[in-house]
């Protein structure tokens, strides 16, 4: 799987929209950009994932870059629920083998 | 609907003692995963089930851990003898698979702490 760097830490003001960077230089063309997230205390949850175009749902949006090498998780609207270490996963999207590696992630902290 | 299920919630025991934590997924999924969290490692994935069959257990530490999967709506994991380095958040996770492959859904973890 192609490995993904994103910073530790970052802070967002509430109500402001908080946008996540995830650098994945050497993605391959079938692997899919995934995003979760783990609230303090719980189990990670599922956020968004992409290909190659923008995708939007409830949660969020995700932005991958034309030369797929970097993506951006963006929350419109952060709230103080929002803070949470947010994980960018690459991975191919095959039913042979569908782990998802977590790394280190980055701890966003939305404040008041 | 009811998501993934996971007993115990916490558990204490003693180094050698026997340790079983239970999973149950999501209806109608049909892959399931067991990860291990800790402030040291993160997240580290230690088996998956697909359609009940172990497809990778390269993550499972060492002999001492063991899963099985006898039907689609129950699995365990067993460490014997357990460990004080084995204290940890173990968290169980299934997947729709298909389309949706990716798609994990998480339990609220077991927390283990081995004295």
């Known amino acids: 799987d192609a490995k993904t760097t994103q910073p530790t830490s970052m802070d967002c003001a509430e109500g402001r929209a908080a946008n996540l960077p995830c650098n994945h230089s050497t993605i391959s063309g079938n692997e899919y950009v995934y995003w979760y997230r783990q609230i303090h205390s719980q189990g990670p949850q599922y956020i968004i994932h992409?290909?190659?175009n923008n995708e939007t749902n409830e949660m969020a949006s995700l932005i991958i870059t034309e030369d797929r090498k970097s993506s951006t998780l963006i929350l419109p609207h952060a709230t103080l629920r929002d803070t949470a270490v947010y994980y960018c996963i690459v991975r191919v999207a095959d039913n042979a083998g569908n782990m998802l590696t977590f790394g280190g992630g980055t701890r966003l902290m939305v404040k008041p | 609907d009811a998501g993934v299920i996971q007993s115990p919630r916490h558990e204490v025991t003693e180094m050698g003692q026997e340790v079983t934590l239970r999973c149950k997924p999501i209806s109608g999924h049909n892959s399931l995963f067991w990860y291990r969290q800790t402030m040291m490692r993160g997240l580290e994935l230690l088996i998956y089930f697909n359609n009940n069959v172990p497809i990778d257990d390269s993550g499972m530490p060492e002999d001492r851990f063991s899963a099985k999967m006898p039907n689609a709506s129950f699995s365990t994991l067993k460490i014997q003898p357990s460990e004080p380095r084995d204290s940890a958040v173990y968290f169980c996770a299934s997947s729709p698979g298909g389309a949706r492959t990716g798609e994990l859904f998480f339990g609220e973890g077991s927390r283990l702490t081995v004295l």
């Open positions: 992409g290909l190659k």
